[in-house]
């Protein structure tokens, strides 16, 4: 029995001896158990918890967590985001080794956060029933009777993506008002919200007459990799979202989470993001050839958007949204 403990307490040293990165995500159980099994294989003494939720779920939880953070990293949601929780203190400061590739724009002035990537939106549909041609050319297109309850939506509420899309329509239009009523014509004509992509791609998927509105490079993810009948077009005026990481203020693990960091957004790892999950890289200085051609050569009409307006305006415009638009059906 001596000798049974003795074993036991062997373990139970080498067991507490492994090192752990807790990284909170949007980006997708695929592209983060892709990057679990790299960083573990590089750190073969580290363990990468990835927690893959919304970016709004993951914001929330990072804030609610402040006392006592539990999450190293985060990986993945839009610029506005990691703007308001930087505001709120809940980011720490980082200086990449590559943070002289990324224009000011596209990083925060006290570095708690930088940008990873920039991702415009789409209209994603089934290529089983729909062509690009079919596609409406402008945003105002998806009002067309022709799309009536033909349209799904990721529920906004914990989703950045569409949270942008929802604050975009409304801040493009005259004023506040002529945009609410712009987002109730379109909610008029949206069928259902699923609660997650994976729900809204696998919706797309059975159902060929939906459409929807996504990240570009989750749709061709979405084909390439595992082999959905999906192809997307982007209307004129497209918002492109900039896409981030931080490094939680007090991480549990700082050491691993800047090692994480860095990991994830070497100029390898973005050539090879950009040529798996079709993520453009935020950074300047990757030669283009190491990019693939298709995605280096898409053309985007990208919408101007005051970032900063934006910021100040979201959470009041999501709220009228909910108010006035999402809780009248």
Aim: hydrophobic share 40%.
């Amino acid at each position: 029995m001596r000798r049974l403990w003795m074993l036991v307490g062997v373990l139970l040293a080498g067991c507490s001896s492994q090192e752990v990165v807790v990284v909170y995500s949007p980006h997708g159980q695929e592209m983060l158990g892709d990057y679990k099994k790299l960083f573990e294989a590089a750190h073969p003494n580290v363990r990468v918890d990835m927690l893959d939720m919304g970016s709004d779920e993951v914001y929330g939880r990072i804030r609610a967590e402040q006392g006592r953070p539990q999450a190293d990293v985060w990986w993945g949601a839009p610029s506005f985001m990691f703007t308001q929780a930087a505001t709120e203190d809940l980011l720490a400061p980082y200086t990449p080794t590559w943070a002289g590739a990324v224009d000011p724009e596209f990083k925060d002035p006290e570095e708690r956060w930088y940008a990873t990537y920039r991702s415009p939106l789409a209209i994603l549909f089934n290529i089983d029933a729909h062509k690009p041609e079919d596609m409406p050319r402008t945003w105002d297109g998806l009002l067309d009777p022709a799309w009536q309850g033909k349209i799904s939506l990721r529920k906004p509420q914990q989703s950045g993506t569409m949270r942008t899309f929802l604050c975009s329509m409304i801040l493009r239009a005259a004023d506040e008002n002529a945009g609410i009523e712009w987002l109730k014509q379109l909610h008029a004509s949206t069928g259902e919200y699923p609660e997650s992509p994976t729900l809204l791609f696998d919706h797309i998927k059975k159902n060929p007459d939906k459409i929807s509105v996504w990240l570009m490079p989750d749709v061709v993810m979405q084909r390439v990799r595992n082999g959905y009948p999906f192809g997307y077009y982007m209307p004129e005026d497209t918002p492109v979202l900039t896409d981030c990481i931080g490094i939680v203020k007090n991480a549990p693990h700082p050491e691993w989470a800047q090692k994480f960091y860095e990991f994830v957004t070497t100029e390898e790892a973005l050539a090879h993001q950009a040529e798996t999950y079709a993520k453009f890289p935020a950074r300047n200085d990757i030669p283009r050839e190491k990019l693939p051609p298709k995605l280096v050569e898409q053309e985007i009409d990208a919408m101007e958007i005051d970032w900063a307006q934006f910021t100040e305006k979201e959470d009041g415009l999501m709220k009228r949204w909910e108010q006035e638009v999402y809780t009248t059906r």
